[in-house]
């Protein structure tokens, strides 16, 4: 059986939720096929300590400002959880799970979105899909001899988890500067942080709201012709949020360089000396998690596609959102995400109103 709608977004996570906003304003007949059981996307995966670089209400998607959380200026993970799960009821989003898309082919004038539990013809697809789901681990040498454990940041929870050991974070973003931050306050630990180049500490009164700013503008300045501001690139590489500000100000976050290899008991650097470590863990980012979209043939370098603003270039009736800026500024945050996927649902509509939807049957039915 095959569901007929205009439009298919894949993911149900922030970027879903905000395209899924814009498609029901322009009266759009759609789905959000979420693979994860519950509401909240890839924010109910991550560490216990995890907190928001902005507060609340500039951390909300379109149309429903985030409440702010009793108690804490930055909200943690879990309060995200609870204002999706409440954004997706508060708008009556049509969000089926746990569905997980398989691929996207195209059929003629439609796109099929084959899944476990079914296939959908659409005549645009959403993909919003984001990076969590698809860790990056360097090819350092020695990583299938090391006898300990190795993790992703999206295996990481608490430091209670790492109780007596020596463990090894590797990872000069933000990432690896909250979890070594999070680990070294912890009594019977001994970290060991690594970093491809010297931490770039942004100023402590810079948060979210600033990296929203500068990555709007540079995307202005690109647009218009004139200079690369540089972005949060020039600002630096880690928020001083409360936790991280802390350990540093008390000199438990003094970073190594990174080293060549592992050996079997630890790693090694370049000029021989070495580090006994039980753990390694890899705070070393992520790649867009675009696989379901292989069949179109639109894959570029670094797992990128090539788009303008959201579009496909290869494909006009695919819109990428909320795997980084190329996909729009700052679309892989909460308070950045809305204004491409506005854009996204109105090149949708523009698109669907030009190729007027053929009258063989309802919309939004198994056929």
């Given at each position: 059986?095959?569901?007929?709608?205009?439009?298919?977004?894949?993911?149900?996570?922030?970027?879903?939720?905000?395209?899924?906003?814009?498609?029901?304003?322009?009266?759009?007949?759609?789905?959000?096929?979420?693979?994860?059981?519950?509401?909240?996307?890839?924010?109910?995966?991550?560490?216990?300590?995890?907190?928001?670089?902005?507060?609340?209400?500039?951390?909300?998607?379109?149309?429903?400002?985030?409440?702010?959380?009793?108690?804490?200026?930055?909200?943690?993970?879990?309060?995200?959880?609870?204002?999706?799960?409440?954004?997706?009821?508060?708008?009556?989003?049509?969000?089926?799970?746990?569905?997980?898309?398989?691929?996207?082919?195209?059929?003629?004038?439609?796109?099929?979105?084959?899944?476990?539990?079914?296939?959908?013809?659409?005549?645009?697809?959403?993909?919003?899909?984001?990076?969590?789901?698809?860790?990056?681990?360097?090819?350092?040498?020695?990583?299938?001899?090391?006898?300990?454990?190795?993790?992703?940041?999206?295996?990481?929870?608490?430091?209670?988890?790492?109780?007596?050991?020596?463990?090894?974070?590797?990872?000069?973003?933000?990432?690896?500067?909250?979890?070594?931050?999070?680990?070294?306050?912890?009594?019977?630990?001994?970290?060991?942080?690594?970093?491809?180049?010297?931490?770039?500490?942004?100023?402590?009164?810079?948060?979210?709201?600033?990296?929203?700013?500068?990555?709007?503008?540079?995307?202005?300045?690109?647009?218009?012709?004139?200079?690369?501001?540089?972005?949060?690139?020039?600002?630096?590489?880690?928020?001083?949020?409360?936790?991280?500000?802390?350990?540093?100000?008390?000199?438990?976050?003094?970073?190594?360089?990174?080293?060549?290899?592992?050996v079997a008991d630890g790693i090694q650097?370049?000029?021989?000396?070495?580090?006994?470590?039980?753990t390694v863990i890899w705070c070393t980012?992520?790649?867009?998690?675009?696989?379901?979209?292989?069949?179109?043939?639109?894959?570029?370098?670094?797992?990128?596609i090539a788009t303008d603003n959201t579009?496909?270039?290869?494909?006009?009736?695919?819109?990428?959102?909320?795997?980084?800026?190329?996909?729009?500024?700052?679309?892989?945050?909460?308070?950045?995400?809305?204004?491409?996927?506005?854009?996204?649902?109105?090149?949708?509509?523009?698109?669907?109103?030009?190729?007027?939807?053929?009258?063989?049957?309802?919309?939004?039915?198994?056929?």
């Amino acid at each position: 059986m095959t569901g007929m709608v205009d439009v298919v977004v894949i993911g149900g996570g922030q970027a879903g939720l905000a395209a899924g906003y814009h498609l029901r304003r322009k009266k759009l007949d759609f789905v959000i096929l979420d693979a994860q059981e519950e509401p909240g996307g890839a924010w109910q995966h991550t560490w216990d300590s995890l907190h928001l670089f902005s507060p609340a209400a500039f951390s909300s998607l379109p149309g429903r400002l985030m409440p702010a959380q009793p108690g804490e200026e930055y909200p943690d993970a879990g309060h995200v959880v609870e204002y999706l799960a409440d954004y997706e009821q508060r708008y009556g989003l049509p969000v089926h799970r746990p569905v997980r898309v398989r691929t996207v082919r195209r059929d003629g004038e439609r796109l099929r979105v084959e899944t476990g539990t079914g296939d959908w013809s659409a005549r645009a697809v959403v993909s919003a899909t984001g990076t969590w789901w698809r860790p990056f681990l360097p090819a350092v040498p020695g990583r299938e001899v090391f006898t300990g454990r190795q993790i992703h940041t999206t295996g990481y929870r608490s430091p209670s988890d790492f109780a007596g050991q020596r463990v090894v974070v590797v990872g000069g973003g933000n990432s690896g500067a909250q979890i070594a931050a999070d680990l070294a306050t912890h009594d019977g630990i001994d970290l060991t942080w690594v970093t491809q180049r010297p931490p770039r500490f942004l100023a402590d009164d810079i948060d979210g709201r600033a990296l929203f700013d500068a990555a709007t503008a540079r995307r202005r300045a690109l647009d218009e012709g004139r200079t690369d501001t540089g972005g949060v690139a020039s600002l630096g590489d880690i928020v001083a949020v409360p936790p991280v500000r802390a350990a540093r100000d008390a000199g438990l976050l003094k970073a190594q360089p990174m080293f060549e290899r592992l050996v079997a008991d630890g790693i090694q650097w370049r000029d021989g000396t070495s580090a006994l470590a039980d753990t390694v863990i890899w705070c070393t980012g992520f790649r867009p998690a675009l696989s379901h979209l292989a069949p179109l043939g639109l894959r570029a370098t670094r797992g990128h596609i090539a788009t303008d603003n959201t579009r496909a270039v290869g494909e006009p009736r695919l819109h990428l959102l909320g795997y980084g800026d190329w996909t729009g500024p700052a679309s892989a945050t909460l308070i950045g995400v809305g204004r491409p996927a506005r854009d996204a649902a109105e090149d949708i509509a523009r698109l669907l109103t030009a190729r007027p939807r053929p009258q063989t049957g309802a919309a939004s039915t198994w056929a």
